[in-house]
């Protein structure tokens, strides 16, 4: 069992010290292994995967784990890299609830700047992104912030999109545009050739 997971070297090395440790830890192994249900995963990727799933950042078919810890559903629907983005912000989300901590939870979503405007007299915050356009993950962001922020509190989010005022000053024609469908543009996402 374990003794699969270590480095070649230590297998029959003839140390009868380094084998009668790991003869001992190998039964509490096999009952960590069933009762996270990991038995199957170990057998298929040996090594080092093992210790890939200690770590949000690096972990993969671990996921699960983390998820069942901090109390997420498993959507295998989604990307690893959304999933530990959830996990992350999950994390990040323990404790009394403040500014810092909604804009920290908020970067982990999107990988980006952040502005959290707060306004006491409403009872409410302001979110602004500061990419151009929808980010990705939004509604699981939103859950994120649902989940952590008091009951009390609202919130909006400040989306940018490009305006036909910086595109008339980037000097961009109609021509350089029409390859373009109206969203992208809004969102900032066109390249090419201006017209300079």
Do not use: C
């Amino acid at each position: 069992m374990m003794k699969q997971l270590l480095p070649d070297y230590y297998q029959n090395n003839g140390e009868t010290e380094t084998e009668k440790i790991q003869d001992a830890i190998d039964p509490a192994f096999a009952v960590a292994q069933e009762s996270w249900g990991i038995g199957k995963e170990l057998e298929e990727q040996p090594g080092d995967s093992f210790v890939q799933q200690l770590l949000v950042n690096t972990s993969t078919w671990g996921l699960k784990l983390w998820e069942k810890l901090y109390g997420l559903d498993t959507d295998l629907s989604k990307s690893e890299k959304d999933r530990r983005s959830r996990i992350l912000s999950k994390m990040r989300g323990k404790g009394t609830t403040t500014k810092d901590m909604i804009q920290n939870l908020a970067e982990s979503f999107v990988n980006g700047m952040i502005t959290i405007q707060e306004h006491p007299e409403t009872s409410s915050f302001i979110i602004q992104f500061g990419d151009i356009g929808v980010p990705p993950l939004l509604d699981d962001l939103s859950a994120a912030i649902d989940e952590i922020k008091p009951a009390h509190l609202q919130y909006t989010y400040d989306i940018r999109y490009l305006t036909h005022r910086e595109i008339a000053q980037a000097k961009w024609t109609h021509q350089a545009l029409h390859r373009y469908e109206h969203q992208q543009i809004r969102k900032g996402e066109i390249n090419g050739t201006r017209n300079q």
